[in-house]
């Protein structure tokens, strides 16, 4: 059957068809038994065993998803359900932007492999921070079968942001998000924004981190803030 399907799938762009997949999950995790039978199949049979605490976070299992699959927030109820301890949401800028133009996504199917050029495309750190609100209201007053989901925010700079202002960028993320987010992870890595990779050079990543340290010792509830860097 997966078969089958995977060969219909791959006759279609790879990006609408991911859009497609998740949104089909979301439809069918609607129906409340359907979820529960979801949940119970990808729910570890020995999860107390596996769960783990970094970071001062206590994560349900040790499998987390990266940063890219669910850039904008919209999937998070489907990927607990699907068993996952941890979701990376973004990389997520201060404003919306559409990424690089299409295609941008290209299948390697002998590899078993994606090469994704997308270039940060999102809804931006305000309509992100709302989702990740609403999801917060709604996941406190239910059940989960899977424990408490852990939420990661990878933020960078919008692509027309000077490299010189681009701590402002991150720090605008960083407040947007902060109370919504169980910690952060500040992208300098990706190749598909001009002049990212720059931002690695020590003085600039010094300037970034000072400003979110010193943001993140005035709040409350202090977030773990971790890097990305280019392999």
């Known amino acids: 059957m997966y078969k089958l399907l995977r060969s219909f799938l791959f ?30 199949m990808f729910t570890p049979q020995s999860e107390k065993n596996l769960q783990s605490s970094i970071f001062n976070l206590q994560f349900p299992n040790p499998v987390g998803l990266g940063a890219g699959f669910d850039k904008n927030a919209r999937y998070l109820n489907e990927l607990q359900a699907l068993g996952f301890g941890c979701v990376e949401i973004g990389t997520v800028t201060p404003l919306p932007q559409a990424g690089n133009e299409k295609p941008r996504l290209f299948r390697l199917p002998k590899d078993k492999a994606l090469i994704n050029r997308m270039g940060f495309n999102n809804d931006g750190a305000e309509v992100v921070a709302g989702r990740l609100k609403a999801w917060k209201s709604l996941n406190d007053k239910r059940q989960t079968t899977n424990g408490k989901l852990v939420i990661g925010g990878n933020i960078g700079k919008n692509k027309v942001t000077p490299n010189e202002d681009a701590w402002k960028d991150y720090e605008k993320c960083f407040m947007a998000l902060h109370e919504w987010v169980d910690y952060f992870v500040v992208n300098v890595s990706s190749p598909n924004t001009p002049g990212l990779r720059e931002l690695q050079e020590k003085d600039s990543l010094r300037k970034i981190f000072a400003q979110l340290k010193m943001k993140n010792e005035e709040l409350n509830n202090k977030r773990p803030i971790l890097l990305k860097i280019a392999p």
Not at 29 to 34: K, S
């Open 11 to 40: 006759l279609f762009d790879p990006e609408r068809v991911h859009y497609f997949s998740m949104n089909g999950l979301k439809f069918i995790c609607r129906v409340p038994f359907i979820k529960t039978r979801i949940c119970k």
